[in-house]
T-cell receptor
Framework: GQQLNQSPQSMFIQEGEDVSMNCTSS?????WLWYKQDPGEGPVLLIA?????ELTSNGRLTAQFGITRKDSFLNISASIPSDVGIYFC????????????FGTGTRLQVTL | GAGVSQSPSNKVTEKGKDVELRCDPI?????LYWYRQSLGQGLEFLIY????????KSGLPSDRFSAERTGGSVSTLTIQRTQQEDSAVYLC??????????????FGDGTRLSIL
């Protein structure tokens, strides 16, 4: 199935550092979502974006819906060990009312 | 319960056998989705339900895969004559509705299916 381009694939950072990851699509999206998945669990919603240019924060997390509607980024500030996990972007293409298309994930490792 | 519930959490079966995976969505959520996640990969859409009907089955990989939903609630994903490539985590999600501005999808913890 079709997937978004998500980068980087993995990151090793030190506690306290800021993290940035992004997703790009060749098609226009009308919704961008960011999820975090821990081992053995389902994805948990972090942030939902519904309008081009929208910038939304959830604690130390900030995400933006790109102006072109073809990209989105997620920033994590002052990372802590519990930020470890796999982060997925997901989007809903314009004209698709239902299914989400997922990125390939960014695996985040935080060292003390 | 408060979240999406899936059962079983793990299933190991022999190649060629049929399997049924169950999803119990969040109460009141009319939309239900099935996804498949292979090892180290993102999620791949399979099918979605609005109520008891399935307007989009485009992600089902073959006619061995089918799903149904009854009473606008519980859904069952059935895989017939399983193959080794069917091994994956099968995730279910639900949302209040569909369309632009629809509430985002909330996921269960999945069923890890292993075909020997």
């Amino acid at each position: 199935g079709q997937q978004l381009n998500q980068s980087p694939q993995s990151m090793f950072i030190q506690e306290g550092e800021d993290v940035s990851m992004n997703c790009t699509s060749s098609s226009i999206f009308n919704t961008w979502l960011w999820y975090k998945q821990d081992p053995g669990e389902g994805p948990v919603l972090l942030i939902a974006l519904y309008k081009a240019g929208e910038l939304t924060s959830n604690g130390r997390l900030t995400a933006q819906f790109g102006i072109t509607r073809k990209d989105s980024f997620l920033n994590i500030s002052a990372s802590i060990p519990s930020d470890v996990g796999i982060y997925f972007c997901a989007g809903r293409y314009a004209g698709t009312a239902s299914k989400l298309t997922f990125g390939t994930g960014t695996r985040l490792q935080v060292t003390l | 319960g408060a979240g999406v519930s899936q059962s079983p959490s793990n299933k190991v079966t022999e190649k060629g056998k049929d399997v049924e995976l169950r999803c119990d969505p969040i109460s009141g959520h009319t939309a239900l989705y099935w996804y498949r996640q292979s090892l180290g990969q993102g999620l791949e859409f399979l099918i979605y339900f609005q109520g008891n009907s399935a307007p989009d089955k485009s992600g089902l990989p073959s006619d061995r895969f089918s799903a149904e939903r009854t009473g606008g609630s519980v859904s069952t994903l059935t895989i017939q004559r399983t193959q080794q490539e069917d091994s994956a985590v099968y995730l279910c999600a639900s949302s209040l509705g569909v369309g632009i501005g629809a509430q985002p999808q909330h996921f269960g913890d999945g069923t890890r299916l292993s075909i020997l």
